[in-house]
């Protein structure tokens, strides 16, 4: 599995300021995901912002490195070019891991993150507006 190197992370408070700004937001009672997609970055960046009200910092980090191992395994199933901000919330702290996971993925493919395939007419993705197939043939 591929690490989760320090390249790629948000770490500046300008970098989660710039995501804010022009973002999508998912959410479910367990998590909040704001994913911003451009072409500049090549790869991914991802960040978490843990708050107080989530317990002392022992509770805020075992939290975080939870959130950091399911982004860690996940990841090369996303496509390129995105920036995700990961905002628990206070519910999160007391579910189980797989509850965790199961709440991401569930959020990541809501967001768009997973690169769309035409494995079967379920998931294909709808035509572009440049497609003429079928139109007076």
Request: positive net charge.
């Amino acid at each position: 599995m591929p690490p989760y190197r320090k390249e790629e992370r948000l770490r500046s408070s300008k970098d989660f300021k710039a995501v804010f700004q022009q973002c999508r937001k998912v959410e479910d009672p367990n998590l909040a995901f704001y994913v911003q997609f451009s072409k500049s970055p090549p790869r991914g960046l991802y960040g978490i912002s843990v708050g107080r009200a989530h317990g002392k910092a022992h509770d805020r980090n075992r939290l975080k490195r939870r959130l950091r191992e399911i982004y860690r395994v996940e990841k090369a199933r996303f496509r390129d070019g995105y920036r995700i901000i990961l905002i628990p919330k206070r519910t999160a702290a007391q579910r189980p891991f797989d509850a965790l996971r199961d709440s991401f993925l569930a959020l990541a493919k809501r967001a768009g993150l997973f690169p769309r395939t035409s494995s079967g007419p379920a998931e294909a993705a709808p035509p572009d507006r440049g497609d003429t197939r079928g139109i007076g043939s």
